[in-house]
């Protein structure tokens, strides 16, 4: 389990929408200019109501899906961060996350993401009115839970953080983080709903041995195409699933 | 060239919903002097993205039992599907390397009297055609080049993983090359690689449109013949998909999709009736005007 100690918050109540903090992520690595990896999101009126970026999860889904294997985590301090050398730009990270935690830069056509400049968060550096924070997460004691609860639950309940890294989320975010859950939830419902259809996808291997049940119009088809007959080993894959579940039993 | 002859793990898509691409394939293979004998007790590979979501093991066991099979022929076993390609080879080399690993999959497979043992290799079918037949050899087939005709390559996200071997994943030329092979020019585009993004329809099934329209928009203004892909799911997700994104963003792409096998096979000068072109949802007909 990660060992995560240092945070990076943000409370808007401080924030006058200057921006800075966007041009220094931009201005990251030095002269090289790169697309932001945190994004301001302003409410009707406008005003900055909260900050995306990486929340930096336990179980990051943007390095399951990503077919490189570019995005690296470290066990140690809970970090992901984008290996640039080996991102070939499909932006598989981009299209799963559910809080539009990793960028696309369309100048490099590589992935961009918060690694909280390896403990030295640059926007940090350039608020002088203190609405970003980077700070040891056990000092926090003013989280609004009631928002944060909101936004970890809609996580949480897509599987992408664990219960131990919500409620070090919890003190993480502070201010109005109403309009980031929001947009959260509607984003992680969609990933509830892919995990949904990745299980789907398993009973039906389970009940069909296959993910494209072979229908008799199908079977048909491939007889007038002159291809082989095809039995999907259905008890065979049942009994291996079974005797899997009982494996884990026993372990578990 | 004896031994080209291989264990054929088709996968899911691929038989059932493109049965006309496996027919082209078998065609073209059995013209190149490959011969295939295929897995008639074959499970889905499984899936590589959801089953490894769902569950990781399971992933593992079912992917195992698939590779006992090709044991039993004591043959290599080619994939003609990038995913099926993904989770076989990638269990196949995790299993040789991990002990631990192989003991638990092979307590498992117990279950049904099998037991993994690491004694082939998985192979995809851009390895058997750049690699192993090779370009020089793969022109010495074609009989009706197809000149003047101009393809975006898109090789999908499954595949980058076996190009280590023969190619540079980061800028692939292996599928431009075979491309050339038949006479046509492969073409180079901002977003040749973006994904193909199936997998995003449950997620956000806006992004994942797209995804789809950010690509074919680029492809309608480069004026190409055609998309030509080696992935099932990439195949499905831009002829199929196409048609979808056309009537929910009110787009007018047309971008005929096709499998490399069935350009190759044209090229060959199997007809396009023969080639399955008549089963595509985005139809072909223009690419076939011009070739007669």
């Known amino acids: ?41 302003k409410d009707k009126q406008g005003k900055v109501a909260a900050l995306s970026f990486c929340l930096q999860c336990d179980q990051p889904f943007c390095k399951i899906i990503c077919p490189t294997g570019s995005i690296l985590f470290d066990e140690f301090s809970g970090l992901s961060s984008v290996r ?155 009994t291996l699933l079974k005797s899997l579940t009982s494996l884990k039993e026993v372990k578990g | 060239m004896s031994d080209l002859h291989y264990t054929l793990f088709t996968g899911c898509f691929i038989p059932a919903r493109l049965p006309y691409i496996e027919a082209a394939t078998l065609k073209v293979f059995d013209r190149l002097g490959v011969k295939v004998t295929p897995l008639t007790e074959a499970s889905c590979c499984p899936d590589p993205t959801s089953t490894v979501f769902a569950d990781k093991m399971a992933w593992y066991a079912l992917a195992a039992r698939n590779l006992t099979l090709a044991e039993e022929q004591e043959r290599e076993m080619l994939t003609i599907c990038s995913g099926c390609n993904l989770t076989l080879n990638t269990v196949n080399v995790e299993l040789k390397q991990d002990q631990r690993l192989k003991d638990i999959v092979n307590s498992v497979l117990s279950s049904v009297g099998r037991r993994y043992k690491g004694t082939i290799e998985v192979r995809s079918l851009l390895w058997l055609l750049y690699k192993k037949i090779g370009v020089e050899q793969l022109k010495k087939h074609v009989i009706r080049p197809l000149t003047g005709l101009r393809f975006a390559p898109h090789l999908g996200c499954h595949i980058i993983h076996d190009l280590e071997a023969y190619d540079n994943p980061s800028d692939p030329n292996s599928f431009n090359e075979l491309i050339k092979a038949i006479g046509a020019e492969p073409i180079r585009y901002k977003t040749e690689r973006l994904c193909c993004a199936s997998f995003a329809r449950f997620i956000d099934e806006s992004r994942m449109i797209n995804a789809l329209d950010e690509k074919l928009t680029e492809l309608d203004e480069l004026d190409v013949d055609g998309l030509v892909t080696i992935c099932p799911t990439c195949f499905l997700q831009y002829d199929a998909g196409q048609l979808e994104a056309n009537l ?18 044209l090229a060959m000068g199997f007809s396009a009736q023969e080639m399955g072109l008549a089963f595509h949802r985005v139809k072909a007909d223009r690419l076939i005007q011009k070739m007669t």
């Not at chain 1, 995560?4 to 201005?27: H, N, Q, S």
């Not at chain 1, 790169?34 to 994004?39: G, L, N």
């Not at chain 2, 929910?248 to 971008?255: E, F, M, P, T, Y």
């Open chain 2, 248 to 265: 929910k963003i009110n787009k007018n792409h047309n971008i005929p999709i096709f499998y490399y096998t069935q350009l190759l096979g």
């Open chain 1, 84 to 238: 640039s050398e080996t991102c070939v730009g499909c932006r598989s990270c981009f299209l799963i996350c559910p809080i539009e935690g990793v960028m696309f830069d369309t100048i490099s056509g590589k992935a961009v993401k918060c690694d909280l400049c390896k403990g030295e968060p640059k926007c940090v550096k350039v608020c002088d009115r203190g609405a970003l924070k980077y700070t040891l997460a056990e000092d926090l004691t003013t989280a609004k839970e009631g928002h944060i609860a909101l936004l970890i639950s809609a996580s949480t309940k897509a599987g992408v953080l664990t219960a131990e890294r919500g409620l070090a989320l919890s003190t993480k975010f502070v201010g109005d983080a109403l309009l980031f859950s929001q947009m959260i939830s509607s984003k992680s419902e969609g990933l509830r709903k892919f995990l949904d259809y990745c299980a789907n996808n398993l009973s039906t291997i389970s009940n069909e041995a296959s993910l494209a049940a072979l229908s008799e119009t199908i079977l048909k088809r491939r007889r007038s195409l002159g291809l082989n007959e095809i039995r999907r080993p259905k008890e065979e894959v049942q």
């Open chain 1, 1 to 41: 389990m990660a060992t995560v100690k240092w945070v990076l918050t943000f409370d808007p109540r401080f924030c006058d929408g200057c921006g800075d903090c966007v041009e220094a992520c931009i201005k990251r690595l030095g002269d090289l200019r790169s697309t932001p990896a945190i994004k301001l999101v």
